[in-house]
């Protein structure tokens, strides 16, 4: 395997990034003839399946900073028989023009963006004035017990942090405190069970 995108695509995706896509996707509510962005896709599962349930209706989007995940993207939406316009890019300053989608998604992401809510003010100014920007990202760490242990033993062996970030936007307040400096209006905070 040379390109470790392909063991996040056949490891990662089917153990935990595809189950939680169909939760993203339930959320969100793609609807025939939307344009969709998938942010920081990764390997692509939620632009993919999204593309498979709109089908020739709508387009989607993916977008990532790292070309080898794009590169498995492409060849699993091939494999797939879906259609999605791949683009390399940053979060911080998406290539699109004002309000062109009407459904802004990012699984999983936003936690590793260097500037938060310069990715979420982008996200803001390509949806549509009556779309929906829907983001998913861990509940705190605190909330995961198997992690926090794994966080706690990194800690004092190695003396740093390899979890925190992952789980550094589990706090709701803090979230949607992000989403208001970002300037949305109608902020919705849900958490899954």
């Known amino acids: 395997m040379n390109n470790p995108a392909e063991g996040y695509e056949g490891y990662m995706v089917p153990a935990l990034f595809g189950p939680w896509s169909a939760h993203l996707i339930r959320v969100a509510d793609p609807r025939p003839h939307e344009h969709v962005l998938d942010v920081r896709c990764g390997t692509g599962v939620v632009a993919r399946r999204i593309a498979s349930r709109l089908g020739a209706t709508g387009t989607v989007a993916g977008i990532d900073l790292n070309p080898d995940m794009l590169a498995v993207a492409k060849k699993a939406a091939v494999r797939e028989g879906v259609t999605v316009n791949w683009q390399v890019g940053s979060a911080e300053r998406l290539p699109f023009p004002e309000s062109c989608f009407d459904l802004v998604l990012c699984q999983f992401a936003l936690m590793f963006f260097v500037?938060?809510?310069?990715?979420?003010?982008?996200?803001?100014?390509?949806?549509?004035?009556?779309?929906?920007?829907?983001?998913?990202?861990?509940?705190?760490?605190?909330?995961?017990?198997?992690?926090?242990?794994?966080?706690?033993?990194?800690?004092?062996?190695?003396?740093?942090?390899?979890?925190?970030?992952?789980?550094?936007?589990?706090?709701p307040n803090e979230l949607r405190d992000l989403a208001l400096r970002a300037g949305f209006s109608n902020v919705t905070v849900g958490r899954c069970r």
């Open 115 to 171: 500037d938060k809510v310069a990715a979420l003010i982008e996200m803001a100014r390509v949806v549509r004035e009556r779309g929906r920007v829907v983001v998913s990202v861990w509940q705190g760490l605190d909330r995961h017990p198997f992690y926090q242990t794994l966080h706690d033993v990194i800690q004092r062996r190695l003396g740093l942090s390899a979890l925190q970030q992952i789980f550094s936007l589990g706090n």
